[in-house]
């Protein structure tokens, strides 16, 4: 068991390390290191967001099967960490695609069916991310903010077919099947036991 002295130094090291892989890729698009910077900070900004997405989904899990409670103390920073990645990559998105011109952005969601199922999933996080406070959950009730969050259910699949089609087009299947098995296994993990309480 973990004192709180130590949780709040290991939130500090989960804090620092999760920055590593944004300030990775300024760092290299900076100095000239990269053949498609864009493609790379777009690609990038999506697979950390998927990347969150799956550990944050894997710390109940992992809590109930090792016993180590304090890692409950880490999930809002990791869904945090999800909705920040996530955010990036839409600026990016937004931004290197379509120069911030939110009329042709809107064409485009409606038009790319990939782009739709990842744009949905970004908007799903956005309440999600919003009441993460104490506040917010105290003003909610525990009962509807649970109820809220559970939105993450419908998001993770919509992330994966995101991935999938994203990677449909270059004939690579093999992460976005990684991916699926992972989360599925998590959220179907979770749904039973939360069928069993």
Known sequence: ???????????GVVFAAA???????????????????LEFITRGTGDW??????????VTPLRRLSGWNWLIKL?????????????????TFLWFDHF??????????????????????????????????????????????QWLHRLIYVIAPLAVLHFWWMKAGKHNFTEPILFGTLLGALLLLRLWWRVRK
Do not use: C
């Open 1 to 11: 068991m973990l004192t709180t002295r130590q949780v709040s130094w290991l939130k």
């Open 19 to 37: 920055l590593i892989p944004l300030l990775r890729m300024v760092y290299l698009t900076l100095t000239d290191q990269l053949v498609d910077p």
């Open 49 to 58: 967001t998927l990347y969150f997405l799956s550990i944050t989904l894997a």
């Open 75 to 91: 999930r809002r920073m990791l869904g945090l960490y999800t909705f920040f990645y996530g955010l990036l990559h839409f600026i």
């Open 100 to 145: 911030f011109d939110l009329a042709e952005m809107w064409k485009d969601v409606l038009k790319r069916p990939f782009i739709t199922v990842g744009f949905i999933a970004f908007v799903l996080l956005i309440p999600l991310a919003a009441t993460s406070t104490n506040g917010m959950i105290k003003r909610l009730g525990g009962k509807r903010w």
